[in-house]
């Protein structure tokens, strides 16, 4: 059967779409927003920072488990747990407000992602025809794209004119709409063996090679989603949200080719390209921080990030059967979790210490290690997409 008679798009392929932009759209929102909170709250960049890290580490902490729960067939309650918490968490930032309080609801609100998210990648590709499956997965992501382009903006200008009250009740206002669609939602009945709790399944070894490659690229992304809008506001920068608003617009034309071009030619084009577009981009802000280079850097980390990303989720989960393939996204999941969150930390610390010009210097460093992971592990396995075209897998 031609990949172009394939369906891929259905009434619930627009539903998961539509509660993943949903959830990136509560999760954005507060990311972009939470260092100017905790600076509300009387707290410094390094503890934003420790925010960032231990957002992500309690995501990472839950993801395998959540992997396992959804091989075992439990797609649709996983999901309507994470969205519950998810609505709630915004509302317990105001009704807890303070530092440590907070970091106890960022600590839910990590885990109520990782139950989201985890699951609606895997209903995802329970949805999508193998024939078109990166192509499908682009066009997934693109509910990543469309919330970037939106939320970061949207919650900086709610922050500034209205406030953090208006802020956070947005963000849950957006989850229960998510929750809503949720009940129409029909995911596809999928035979799986019921499986004991194994710590060793938890992860999926054939997911760990686009896994490593994207967690040391996502430390370099994690930095720019945590600090960009306070550097901004530091050297008198366009704000924030016109920085992510361009890179959205880069990261929406990316992903609308980036499944295709993977399906056709493999993921190492984007392994490459979208690591030096990242590095320049944080050359160019540490280096000649003006409007043109912090422009320019929207453009370029659009393109890095969305080119990456679904490049490298299709491949953690191309070759995992229809049981294995909440691993594998939460294994990769996992991965994301830890460089946005490790790298948010890393970054916070260096701009304590340095400065904002030196994190990004130091920061750039890691867009070459995650090409070098690629070269060395990544494109000679069988999950990549490149290796099976070269050997006519």
Request: glycine fraction near 10%.
């Amino acid at each position: 059967m031609q990949e172009q008679t394939v369906k891929l798009w259905n009434k619930d392929f627009v539903l998961i779409i539509i509660i993943n932009f949903l959830v990136f759209m509560n999760h954005l929102m507060i990311l972009s927003t939470f260092p100017f909170y905790i600076e509300y709250l009387g707290g410094s960049e390094a503890v934003s920072g420790f925010a960032a890290a231990l957002f992500s580490i309690i995501a990472v902490v839950f993801r395998p488990f959540i992997g396992w729960m959804l091989d075992n067939g439990k797609r649709k309650i996983i999901l309507v747990i994470g969205l519950c918490g998810m609505a709630l968490m915004p509302v317990g930032y105001l009704v807890f407000a303070t530092i440590y309080l907070a970091f106890v609801c960022r600590m839910i609100h990590g885990a109520s992602l990782a139950f989201s998210n985890t699951s609606t990648s895997t209903i995802a590709t329970d949805i999508i025809p193998k024939p078109r499956f990166a192509e499908g997965m682009g066009m997934f992501g693109l509910a990543t794209a469309l919330a970037t382009a939106v939320a970061p903006a949207l919650g900086l200008a709610l922050m500034d004119s209205m406030g953090f009250t208006t802020l956070f009740l947005f963000a849950a206002i957006s989850i229960v709409i998510a929750l809503i669609l949720f009940l129409i939602l029909k995911t596809p009945k999928v035979e799986v063996e019921k499986k004991p709790l194994n710590l060793k399944g938890l992860i999926d070894k054939d997911a760990v090679p686009a896994s490593a490659t994207a967690l040391v690229f996502m430390l370099t992304y994690g930095a720019l989603e945590n600090f960009t809008a306070k550097f901004a506001a530091e050297q008198n920068l366009p704000s924030g949200g016109i920085f992510f608003a361009i890179m959205a617009a880069a990261l929406l034309a990316t992903r609308l080719l980036a499944g295709k071009v993977t399906d056709r030619y493999g993921e190492s084009v984007f392994a490459y390209t979208c690591n030096g577009a990242m590095l320049l981009a944080f050359l160019m802000m540490g280096l000649s921080p003006n409007i043109a280079t912090y422009l320019l850097s929207a453009v370029l980390a659009g393109y890095g990030f969305g080119g990456l990303e679904p490049a490298l989720q299709s491949m953690a989960v191309a070759i995992a059967p229809p049981e294995r393939r909440g691993s594998a996204n939460s294994t990769f999941l996992c991965a994301y979790d830890i460089g946005i969150g490790i790298g948010g930390g890393i970054a916070g610390v260096l701009i304590s210490s340095f400065g904002y010009a030196q994190m990004f210097v130091i920061m750039a460093v890691f867009n070459i290690l995650s090409i070098v992971i690629y070269v060395i592990w990544g494109k000679n396995h069988p999950s990549s997409f490149t290796y099976r075209k070269k050997h006519g897998m």
